[in-house]
């Protein structure tokens, strides 16, 4: 398989930014979270999202798993396809830092879930169960996205982000995170999208 023709890639300052922005919202995501309890403005947040209109299932379970684990080997599985190493090795990597930092920060913060600190919760779907903070499905649908955009141009672009914007409202929705959770997980992933950005460069295609 001919890989897609690149000639060159480059590194932007833009990169950097955003890497220090995605950890500066997850640490002021952060300094509100007291484990067993919920901040009042974010308990109202979560309430607009989780007693919202019913949806169907289906198609919220659909979006759900653009931020699963198993997203990472098929977004890379899919660029390796499109003839797009460089993009295929930088989606696994964010990816995989994204869903791994995820899991080192449950262990640091200790929050539960909306249905342990939350009377009438509204639960879709399989239950949740173990750490809230952060949501690895927000982490990993920001980190994918991030990567995918720097090989997108126009509306492209903004599809995957509103795909994992909808991964993010979608965890709230269904009872399984507190916004704060998804919003620290964004910014993780945007951290570690980021990141792999800046190590793989961007690709200046040939012309």
Request: proline share 7%; net charge positive.
């Amino acid at each position: 398989m001919t890989p897609h023709p690149e000639v060159a890639v480059v590194r932007r300052l833009q990169d950097a930014l955003l890497l220090g922005g995605g950890l500066l919202v997850l640490a002021l995501a952060a300094l509100p979270v007291v484990p067993g309890s919920v901040p009042e403005l974010e308990r109202g947040a979560f309430r607009a999202v989780n007693d919202g209109p019913s949806l169907p299932f289906p198609p919220v379970w659909a979006v759900m798993q653009l931020g699963m684990a198993a997203a990472i080997p098929a977004a890379g599985l899919l660029a390796l396809v499109s003839r797009r190493p460089r993009l295929a090795a930088s989606m696994v990597a964010a990816g995989a830092l994204a869903y791994g930092g995820g899991k080192l920060v449950k262990r640091v913060v200790e929050r539960g879930r909306p249905g342990a600190l939350l009377d009438d919760v509204r639960i879709q779907g399989a239950a949740s169960h173990g750490l809230g903070f952060v949501s690895g499905h927000a982490a990993v649908a920001a980190a994918l996205a991030m990567v995918a955009c720097a090989y997108l141009r126009g509306w492209a672009r903004w599809v995957v982000i509103a795909l994992a914007a909808a991964v993010a409202i979608a965890r709230v929705y269904v009872g399984a995170h507190l916004p704060l959770d998804v919003v620290g997980g964004a910014g993780l992933g945007v951290a570690a999208g980021a990141l792999a950005r800046l190590v793989a460069g961007r690709p200046v295609p040939c012309s």
